[in-house]
């Protein structure tokens, strides 16, 4: 499994980590057991949320790695109605408690709100300072979000910015990309698989995929997760509800196209017009 280093953290994690949003509507063992055999193919890097099933996933996420804390780099999200000053605080200690750990490796505004950024940074500092966590960032923020989020919380404090990427959803690579790479900041890139929009085998950009996916003896998915991996700040957190689905996953950490590849993709999943929003789910 490829490791890259997360923006200006200095920590090395995974290229492929494991998603968790919408779990909660699994199987629960199945889920646990995916995560657990994702940890053993190296997919240390696990994202979840206080929101997913109203925490009932962060408890999920406890479950799966308890035994295995120091394994994981683990990360979870403070909804924004929640994101005043008093309230991370809470929230975070609530996350922990499901979680069943006395730290985050990464804790995310989940997107922007009506609180003031000052509150939730200067939480997410406080937090720092004591422990509870080790790094902080942002999800679903666009351009001018994010260059205000720079200027309030400081340089090389941001470590990542989580959105959504994928093969037919390319919006980021207008500005957003653009923004991280020159700051420093790792792109996840949440729903890599387009949430239910993966393309069709039989149509020709899904054709494209899986002959390249033929050429390299892999799935047609894990080249859809090595495309985006194909610049530096970018990683991926796929969902997988199975453990052959995960395994299938981790080994996209393992895959290298060539340029010819890449830009047969280009061509077949062009980038589009930048339309000036960030698609979110």
Same mark, same amino acid.
């Not at 890097?45 to 997913?52: G, L, R, S």
């Not at 919006?171 to 653009?178: D, G, I, K, Q, Y």
């Given at each position: 499994m490829e490791q890259r280093t997360l923006g200006s953290t200095g920590v090395k994690i995974p290229v492929v980590g494991q998603g968790t949003w919408q779990m909660e509507t699994?199987?629960?063992a199945g889920c646990i057991d995916a995560i657990r055999r994702g940890l053993d193919a190296g997919m240390t890097? @696990?994202?979840? /949320?206080?929101?997913?099933g109203a925490g009932a996933v962060e408890e999920l996420v406890g479950k799966a790695i308890e035994g295995r804390r120091d394994e +994981?780099? *683990?990360v979870s999200k403070v909804l924004p109605s929640n994101a005043s000053y !008093?309230?991370? @605080? /809470? &929230?975070?200690? %609530? !996350?922990l408690e499901r979680l069943r750990t006395d730290r985050l490796d990464l804790y995310l505004l989940h997107w922007p709100g009506s609180h003031p950024l000052e509150e939730t940074f200067r939480a997410f500092k406080d937090l720092r300072a004591q422990g509870k966590i %080790?790094?902080?960032g942002v999800s679903n923020f666009d351009q001018a979000e994010l260059s205000k989020a720079i200027a @309030? &919380?400081? +340089?090389?404090e941001i470590a990542c910015n989580q959105v959504l990427y994928h093969l037919l959803e390319r /919006? +980021?690579?207008? %500005? +957003? *990309?653009?923004l991280c790479e020159r700051h420093g900041i790792a792109v996840v890139a949440y729903s890599p698989f387009g949430s239910g929009r993966f393309p069709a085998p039989d149509g020709a950009a899904g054709r494209v995929l899986a002959s390249i996916a033929a050429a390299h003896g892999v799935t047609p998915r894990q080249v859809a997760l090595r495309f985006l991996l194909r610049r530096q700040p970018v990683f991926v957190i796929p969902k997988a509800a199975s453990a052959a689905h995960a395994l299938d996953n981790a080994a996209a950490g393992a895959l290298r196209l060539t340029s010819e590849d890449v830009a047969r993709l280009e061509t077949a999943f062009p980038l589009g017009r930048d339309r000036g929003v960030l698609p979110t789910l």
């Open positions: 699994e199987d629960e890097h @696990i994202d979840t /949320a206080e929101m997913y +994981v780099f *683990l !008093s309230g991370t @605080i /809470a &929230a975070c200690e %609530r !996350s %080790r790094y902080f @309030i &919380a400081g +340089v090389n /919006a +980021v690579e207008h %500005r +957003v *990309l653009p």
